[in-house]
């Protein structure tokens, strides 16, 4: 079994808070050595994965034998370790039964495996290592422009489940649309991304449950990753993103004593 660690490189150094943005000189090193100009795209959000092989030990050893029989179901046969599918089922399942405002749902979940579109959205979250390295990658996406079409589809779909005639929800059904026509495209935009935070709130606490760490990112370029998945042909926007993979018994961070605010600090009584 191998051990590498993956570093992105990536071209733009961005400050988003003084909007300054300046050229990594690592990245233009890397390109001009490795006489890369011809290969790869080097303008936008390009970028440049470095993998560097830092350890190997042989199947007899202990190591691989725990992550054979805890994170391979026991095949041993070199493959990558990906989430297991019921446990992927499990966390779908929390996302479905997230609370979200009326019960609305006013967003799509992208749940992404596709290496080559992993690679293509890493420059667009910030070169971060985790969008090509974690098993899945879990992309929010809230719909935009929410209106009448969506509560009516909600409003069936309530119907049918409950075995319940349309009518009779027709008074909420008037309610809500009155209540989310009067906000601005611009609001109603801002309050369905806020319902991605909802359904990510399950997601971690389902995960947990199963041992598989979250990464929660609003590091990235919402224009780039919409631009770069279609979704404003779609009628959405990248509101989140979410890594996940198994979680490893050796990794020291989990232990760290966790850094808040005292209960003091944070809670008002009145």
């Known amino acids: 079994m191998y051990l590498r660690a993956s570093e992105y490189v990536y071209r733009h150094n961005f400050n988003r808070q003084t909007d300054e943005d300046t050229i990594n000189p690592l990245f233009n090193e890397i390109v001009s050595s490795l006489e890369l100009e011809d290969v790869i795209d080097t303008t936008g959000f390009a970028g440049i994965t470095v993998d560097v092989p830092m350890g190997y030990w ?15 179901d026991g095949v041993d046969e070199c493959q990558p370790i990906t989430v297991r599918r019921e446990d992927l089922e499990t966390l779908k399942e929390a996302i479905q039964l997230s609370t979200s405002s009326y019960g609305l749902q006013p967003y799509k979940i992208f749940i992404i495996e596709n290496a080559e579109l992993r690679a293509k959205l890493q420059p667009a979250a910030w070169g971060q290592s985790q969008i090509v390295d974690a098993s899945h990658v879990i992309v929010f996406a809230n719909i935009v422009n929410f209106g009448d079409q969506e509560i009516d589809s909600y409003i069936n779909n309530l119907a ?22 009067a906000l601005s495209v611009e609001k109603r935009d801002v309050w369905t991304s806020k319902q991605t935070y909802l359904a990510l709130a399950n997601l971690m606490n389902a995960a947990a449950e199963l041992k598989i760490d979250v990464t929660p990112m609003e590091g990235f370029e919402p224009e780039a990753v919409n631009e770069i998945m279609g979704l404003k042909e779609l009628g959405l926007n990248a509101s989140l993103i979410a890594t996940i993979g198994y ?21 008002i009584n009145l």
């Open 160 to 181: 049918e489940t409950r075995g319940i005639e349309i009518e009779s929800v027709k008074g909420y059904a008037d309610f809500m649309k009155m209540k989310i026509n």
């Open 247 to 267: 979680r490893h018994n050796e990794d020291l961070t989990q232990h760290y004593a966790k850094v808040r605010k005292p209960k003091s600090e944070l809670f």
């Open 58 to 72: 042989r199947k007899s050893n202990m190591i691989h034998h725990w992550f054979v029989n805890n994170l391979a």
